[in-house]
């Protein structure tokens, strides 16, 4: 470990020293920090940054904040702070040098997990969420709803990044939960980075602010995200069903009690490794206590570390010597949820042991509930289309309507012009007619009076 003391902007320089914003103590492991994941990996729940060996004991920093969006800058930190600048996005520049040089990644699998584990795990949800992001249409509401041909798609791209043989079940299952887990995740990071972050502090009775929220969200395009792109995802985030979910999903993530410090690697791989390395199968209850306390082995929340020494309390005082550790475990924690092993994650396969007849009908009663919602969606987003299709064809009419009007107006206006130019040169005329008129009537007086006086000096003679 080395342990730097600076000062000036954060820049990491070679392996294990660190210099960060403001002045204070910086500590650093040098060597066996795995590689870490995009930050779009850490979905919308707080979630620590960092592993600390490979043996899945990590530290955390709850100073990560969530209010910038891809495209933003982090603020500048105080001469008495040090700020973790945000990661880039990361390109998995290193894995695909490797894979062009020497082929496909191999992956080790498990009967009891759906997710890879080993030494190229890491690389497999990286570089899957890296090929969703590049080559998917993210305006879908979820991944099932996803066109089978686009999923072919990414799947054969994923075949040429590893060793996979899909007519194996474990591998169709793991790329398939796995593709799932990114486009979620990604989608939901998009949502919460770089649209919601807009609607803060906006009444969502005040339509005007609202309005300019959307418009604000809409013309700043994420990183990574075609601007061709972009507005059909904001559109998809506008739907009524989308934001029942993410007020549903907003509530249950205000329920959680603790957070856990494994950062980007699963639980399965961090049970994997500590099975490998001791060649015994993992007391759960202290793989509770490595993936929730710190390089210092303190527990990241009082909640964490009562449940713990609960746990131990119960296997020191325990009559019963067939009690399992697992079972002391779940009793503490509560049991699993769907699609989630307790301790585990998503990353295992519920085993009989531990799905009941009650859990299966929720998890069929839940999948049903989801498939019904996403059809509701798509239906208000196909309304939706069609209301701004309308909208814009009601836009264009009004437009015509007003040319023509115009058009209209400019025509009178022109025959009004050419009226009055002819009333004028009508009065021109008239009055060029009535001075002739004059003049010949002043001629005609002029000879008369001539032929008057010739006369009446005749007469004289």
Not at 99 to 109: A, Q, V
Not at 123 to 129: E, M, V
Request: a neutral charge; glycine letters at 6%.
């Amino acid at each position: 470990m080395v342990i730097g003391q600076s000062q000036g902007r954060g820049r990491v320089q070679g392996r294990g020293q660190l210099r960060g914003q403001g002045r204070g103590l910086c500590h650093v492991e040098d060597r066996d920090r795995p590689t870490l994941v995009d930050v779009d990996d850490d979905m919308d729940m707080p979630s620590p940054v960092t592993l600390d060996s490979a043996e899945g004991h990590s530290h955390s920093s709850h100073e990560r904040s969530n209010d910038i969006p891809s495209s933003g800058v982090a603020p500048t930190a105080s001469s008495s702070t040090s700020v973790r600048r945000p990661r880039g996005q990361n390109k998995n520049s290193k894995v695909n040098d490797m894979i062009d040089k020497d082929g496909p990644l191999n992956l080790e699998f498990k009967d009891e997990y759906v997710v890879p584990v080993g030494d190229n795990s890491g690389a497999w949800s990286r570089i899957i969420s890296k090929i969703v992001l590049d080559h998917c249409d993210l305006h879908y509401q979820s991944w099932t709803m996803v066109p089978d041909e686009m999923v072919k798609r990414l799947e054969e791209r994923v075949k040429g990044k590893f060793v996979l043989d899909t007519e194996l079940q474990k591998h169709k299952d793991a790329l398939k939960h796995q593709l799932g887990k990114a486009y979620n995740r990604k989608r939901s990071a998009l949502h919460l980075k770089n649209y919601q972050i807009y609607f803060k502090n906006v009444d969502s009775d005040d339509l005007v602010a609202v309005a300019n929220a959307q418009a604000e969200a809409r013309a700043n395009v994420p990183t990574g995200i075609s601007p061709e792109q972009w507005p059909a995802i904001c559109d998809s985030f506008e739907v009524d069903i989308w934001k029942k979910k993410s007020e549903r999903n907003k509530k249950n993530r205000a329920k959680m009690e603790t957070n856990h410090t494994a950062g980007s690697t699963t639980f399965v791989n961090i049970i994997h490794k500590k099975a490998k390395k001791t060649n015994a199968a993992p007391n759960p209850i202290e793989i509770y206590k490595d993936t929730h306390t710190n390089k210092d082995g303190i527990f990241v929340s009082e909640y964490a570390e009562s449940k713990y020494n609960e746990m131990e309390s119960i296997a020191a005082n325990s009559d019963n010597t067939n009690a399992s550790q697992e079972d002391i475990f779940l009793k503490v924690l509560g049991g699993h949820r769907s699609g989630h092993v307790r301790g585990k994650g998503c990353g295992a396969k519920p085993t009989k042991s531990n799905s009941s007849c009650n859990q299966q009908n929720h998890d069929e009663c839940l999948a049903k509930q989801l498939e019904t919602e996403e059809k509701l969606a798509a239906m208000e987003a196909s309304f939706q289309a069609e209301i701004r299709e309308s909208k814009a064809s009601q836009i264009a009419m009004e437009a015509t309507f007003q040319a023509e009007i115009k058009e209209s107006k400019a025509s009178q206006a022109a025959m009004e012009a050419a009226f009055q130019a002819q009333i004028k040169e009508s009065k021109a005329s008239q009055a060029a007619m009535q001075a002739q008129m004059e003049m010949l009537l002043k001629h005609i007086g002029g000879i008369g009076g001539s032929s008057y006086g010739s006369q009446a000096s005749g007469s004289n003679i």
